[in-house]
């Protein structure tokens, strides 16, 4: 199963939005979740590691 970071990112920023009191509860909620978003966009635009192609040796000269 392959995951929709998109899909996450998007709820976690309307549960930002949702949170919008001035009280403590909703900072500290809306500082755990901009954690998360940022763990969601990492994921979400990390590269799988490249293969590495080594161009052939040319011949040394005499």
């Known amino acids: ?3 929709d970071f998109a899909a996450a990112h998007l ?3 309307r549960a ?3 949170l919008r009191g001035d009280d ?3 900072s500290m909620a ?3 979740l901009d954690i998360l978003i940022d763990a969601i ?4 635009y990390k590269r799988p590691p490249a ?6 040796r040319t011949a040394k000269r005499q």
Do not use: G, K, N
């Open 30 to 32: 809306r500082a755990a």
């Open 41 to 44: 966009v990492a994921a979400q």
């Open 24 to 26: 403590e509860t909703s």
């Open 11 to 13: 709820h976690l920023e």
């Open 16 to 18: 930002c939005h949702y």
């Open 51 to 56: 293969d590495i192609v080594e161009f052939p």
């Open 1 to 3: 199963m392959i995951s």
